[in-house]
């Protein structure tokens, strides 16, 4: 068995371990490094809010089984959005000296990205299951991320997006259909190791001759990297001209890229953007005490891929 299968597999029971552990089962409650240098001078984003708004974002069976509530649940959702594009926000705030940005919702993403012509787009998570949103919404992104040529990066629920226009399924985590288990879920939470399985992508750079202050040593010697997790959907598969990159037990789809068509699309099933959130915010859902700083290095990584790649 190898050091990366015995890591994932006592994840849960360390005391199995034949070895010793990467952070954080060696009890060391912080990473190596804490300062960011902003090493990326000039980048545009445009960062996609794919929550849903108000009822015209709703389908059919979205308004049937919201009801009454509907008001009331995309209130919810709006405010989730305002923090989940925020953080996002703030990724880009603490890694570029000059950053441009703009926000969208999913509706407009084609009209503003034409005015605004991006470097790199942001997808956001999401809340709802994609057979409570507008057919309309659903059917006008699928053209758009056929059709554009602006690297993009596609979050959690923005990663589920992109698989679906792409023609994979989006199913629970344990294999239903999203109509067919609404309540009592099993769920993807909190901090979770996940297998890095494509370490030659440029997303993860340096990982083979790592600088002071960058990867962990959990990710340079296991491959291995530790991310916030909050999802009760997954894809089904791969899609065609997608490549795995990371991969987990619970959650196979992880993370992914597309690098054909003239396209560069990464996704990942995580909250990368949660890696900039400190130790002294409170412990809630959206503010928590960080131990991981992979997702910030990720979010580097790909702000400059999409910037090289606008360069060829």
Known sequence: MSKVENVLIN?????????PLPFPFNQRLYCDY????????????????????????LSEVGRKELGRSAHSQLNREREIASLAVENILNNIARLVKRPETKVAHISEIERVAKEFRPDAIVLSGTLRDFDYYNPEILESFG???HETRTPVLGICGGHQLIGLSFGARVLTLDHMEQHERRADRPLEYQYRFIRIVAPEDPIFAGINDPQP???QSYTTEARILRVWQNHGLQL????DNFKLLATAYLCRNQMMVKRTDGQLIYTVQFHLEKSFEDWHKNRTRWEHPNQSRDGRIIFENFLNEALKFNEE
């Open 11 to 19: 994840e849960n029971n360390p005391a199995e371990s034949s070895e």
């Open 34 to 57: 804490e300062p960011v240098e902003k090493r990326i001078e000039t980048i545009r984003v445009l960062v996609v809010d794919d929550l849903l708004r108000d009822e015209r974002d």
């Open 143 to 145: 053209k758009f991320i």
């Open 213 to 215: 202050g960058e990867w």
């Open 236 to 239: 089904d598969r791969v899609p």
